[in-house]
Structure formats: structure tokens, C-alpha cells
């Protein structure tokens, strides 16, 4: 939340949203997660605020809520046309604030949460990753892509990796304080190594591998990694929404049709659970090939997708 943003608030609403950003800060969460409970928390607010003036009353000044405002809010987010998943965030985002900073009975128990649609991933065949790679003229973005198809890193990981990460003597990408804060390692293809080198002499990163523009003491953000995805499957003529996640998707999909053991595949995605990979069986094509990174099947043979 930008400081312009946060001036506007009430003085009580600030210090409600910083008290509440150092408790996550305590407790380990990442920086995305952060932003969205605090704008979360910040939109609730406000909408007591309003619905207080309508009623012709004084905006209380009472951080605690009553079950029925949280249900309410709910209620309209939905409306609005916010998702199951979105509502479920916001619904933690207040009882986190409940619970842990106000420390007072969360008025949001008995507010059941939505079951999410359970989608299948979307995922690119052989040919169409190809397409995309190959629409990439930047070296850096067809840098970046590259390491997210081959390695299977989410967007976040991909743009925190610093120059130190890339272990070339070992074939490895050290993935630092993952989902989880979990650390991990991935592959590294010959391939991708060869087109890091490539873009190294062209950018010469310090610290982190992908900065962000002329800023080197900054990486390069999630949402410019996503929008250069996008431009590049536009530019490739690909109909599907193409981000970051579907080339997650599309590794652990294509590691699994050529007979990678699902428990490696886990480990790869660092996953906590099996069940959330096994998803992929509903989508993979099963075959019998050799375990490398599917980005060196993808330029080393023609076989059929």
C-alpha cells in the first residue's frame, strides 16, 4: 500500500493496518501475502465507514466487528462479482486481524468458507511452447521464460533469483524461501544454462538475475514477468490465457507424460502434498522417456506431442 493511499485513511485505520502488517512480519509472511490481507483489511474498513454514514451515524471507531458486518461484506464482495477464492482471502485476511492483532473472538466462525472449483490446469502442448519461446525477443524475458517452463518455478521465485542461484557445476537452480519458506532445488538444461550465459554478457546482472529495468538494486517484479508472458503468447498466436502459472502447469504436465515419478515431480514443484500434484494426471498424456527437463525434449527431438 502506497503512502498516498494510506494519508487518505483515518488516523486509527492507519494504525490498525501497521500494527497488523508488523504481526505478519513477525510471523514470516511473504511480502505478496501481506499486501493482499492489508488491502483486505483496508476495504473492510472503509465499507463499515460507509455503511456507518448512511445510516446517519458516527463511523465507529471500534476496530472490533460483529459477525454479521464480516457476512455482510462477504456477501457483497460475491455480488460484485469477486470469486469464492477471493472471498475465502478476505475472510482470513479479518479473521488474521481478529485473532492475532486485536486479539479478540473472531466474529467470523461460524462464516462458512466457499468450496473452490476444482479446474483442471490449463497447459501448452509441445508445439505451442515452442511458438511462445520463440516469440520472445527480449533477451532477458526470453531469459526468464525459459528458466519458469524448464524448471517449473513460479513467477515470484523466478524473479528473486539472484545471480548466486544459478549453480553450473552442479546443473542446479537454488530456489531460496519458497512457498512455505522452503528452500529447493530444480534443474538447470544445458540449454537454459547456455541462454543465462548469453543474456549475462548482454545485461551483466550484479545481484539479482533479472533486475528490474535500469535498476539493478531491485529485481524485476511478478506483474512485468506476466505481462511480457502475455505479449509474447499474443505475439505467437496462442488463443489460451497464457501467465507464469500455466508454464508451471505445463512442466509438471510434461515431465509426467514422459514417465517422471510423481514424487519427484513434487519435489521439483515443492509441493507439501501429493494430492496437489496429482492433478496432473488428469491432464497428462503418459509415455516412457528419458527423466531430463522437458525444454531439452522440446529442441533436441520431433517427436510427436
Known amino acids: 500500500m502506497n503512502q498516498k493511499t494510506l494519508s487518505r485513511l483515518p488516523s486509527w485505520l492507519q494504525d490498525l493496518l501497521k500494527r497488523t502488517d508488523e504481526e505478519m512480519v513477525l510471523r514470516g509472511f511473504t511480502r505478496e501475502t501481506r499486501r493482499l490481507y492489508l488491502a483486505h483489511v483496508r476495504r473492510f474498513y472503509q465499507h463499515r465507514i460507509a455503511q456507518a454514514r448512511l445510516g446517519a451515524r458516527a463511523p465507529s471507531l471500534d ?160 506483474r512485468a514477468i506476466q505481462r511480457a508472458v502475455s505479449r509474447a503468447a499474443h505475439a505467437a498466436g496462442i488463443e489460451k490465457r497464457v501467465t507464469p502459472h500455466v508454464l508451471r502447469h505445463t512442466f509438471a504436465t510434461h515431465l509426467l507424460e514422459a514417465g517422471t515419478d510423481l514424487r519427484y515431480i513434487q519435489e521439483l514443484l515443492g509441493h507439501a502434498k501429493i494430492t496437489t500434484t496429482v492433478i496432473y494426471t488428469h491432464v497428462a498424456k503418459r509415455g516412457a522417456r528419458k527423466i531430463t527437463s522437458p525444454i531439452d525434449r522440446l529442441y533436441g527431438d520431433q517427436d510427436e506431442e
Open 63 to 222: 476496530p472490533v466487528s460483529e459477525g454479521s458486518e464480516v457476512r455482510e461484506w462477504l456477501l457483497l464482495l460475491l455480488r460484485e462479482g469477486h470469486s469464492h477464492a477471493y472471498t475465502n482471502q478476505a475472510l482470513s485476511a479479518v479473521r488474521f486481524l481478529h485473532r492475532r492483532v486485536l486479539m479478540a473472538p473472531a466474529p467470523v466462525a461460524d462464516i462458512p468458507r466457499a468450496k473452490r472449483k476444482k479446474a483442471l490446469p490449463k497447459v501448452l502442448s509441445r508445439s505451442e511452447i515452442k511458438r511462445f519461446l520463440e516469440a520472445l525477443s527480449s533477451p532477458k524475458h526470453r531469459a526468464i521464460a525459459m528458466v519458469l517452463y524448464s524448471g517449473g518455478l513460479r513467477v515470484s521465485e523466478a524473479a528473486r533469483l539472484k545471480v548466486e542461484d544459478i549453480d553450473s557445476g552442479r546443473g542446479e537452480i537454488h530456489i531460496r524461501q519458497g512457498k512455505g519458506k522452503k528452500d529447493r532445488y530444480v534443474m538447470l538444461s544445458p540449454l537454459v544454462l547456455k541462454t543465462l550465459r548469453e543474456y549475462v554478457r548482454v545485461e551483466r546482472p550484479h545481484e539479482w538475475l533479472f533486475p528490474a529495468g535500469n535498476r539493478r538494486d531491485r529485481h524485476i517484479t511478478s
